[in-house]
């Protein structure tokens, strides 16, 4: 399977290791041709307008829509959860989502970088010890549709929110697992939602 990780603006190098620790050779991707020879996606955290931007400025936008709309099995952490998403609550001026997972999303809902912070998840999907989720300027989903697997939530001021989920062959985290040296959540992005 041909992997490739989003190289326009984030951390796309934190995934290529992340994906060479689980046997897979990934490819940093950041051109139209480059992006039609992959199998797979991963959209890194990073800020989710820039990203956003230079896709358009790059005519990269409308491809990864596409080819996320068509089926291509996509995983977006942190900023790449909001640019999955089918909306954003707070968008940055004329800020547009490749869309993905029926869900709108609150971008720095945990707060300012100054508020980044890590914690033990339950993720329902991933068995052995709770995953640390290192959030960082994350966002929550504040809504999303029946259709959308709820895999880790969060409780602030007693309200939970999804900050893990899964619709179809499109996965999205709030947090960073790949700054964490712990692969489940690459490998079950590889092993199950890559499965065709």
């Known amino acids: 399977m041909n992997v490739g990780v989003l190289a326009l603006q984030g951390d796309f190098r934190e995934h290529l290791l992340a994906l060479g620790d689980c046997g897979v050779t990934g490819n940093l991707v950041k051109s139209a041709a480059e992006i039609s020879q992959i199998d797979a996606l991963i959209i890194p955290g990073g800020e989710s307008t820039t990203i956003s931007k230079l896709a358009k400025a790059f005519d990269l936008f409308d491809l990864i829509s596409k080819r996320i709309a068509d089926g291509m099995p996509t995983y977006g952490s942190c900023a790449g959860m909001i640019l999955v ?3 954003i609550l707070d968008p940055a001026s004329q800020q547009e989502t490749f869309g993905g997972i029926d869900m709108q999303v609150r971008r720095n809902a945990f707060g300012r970088q100054t508020e980044s912070f890590e914690v033990d998840l339950d993720f329902k999907v991933i068995s052995g010890a709770p995953f640390r989720g290192v959030f960082i300027r994350a966002p929550w989903v504040e809504s999303c549709d029946k259709g959308v697997e709820v ?43 890559c499965k065709k």
């Open 151 to 193: 895999l880790a939530s969060l409780e602030v001021a007693g309200v939970k929110h999804p900050v893990a989920v899964r619709q179809a062959h499109v996965l999205a985290t709030s947090f960073h697992p790949e700054l964490t040296g712990d692969n489940r959540v690459h490998r079950y992005f590889l092993e199950e939602v």
């Open 85 to 87: 998403a089918k909306s």
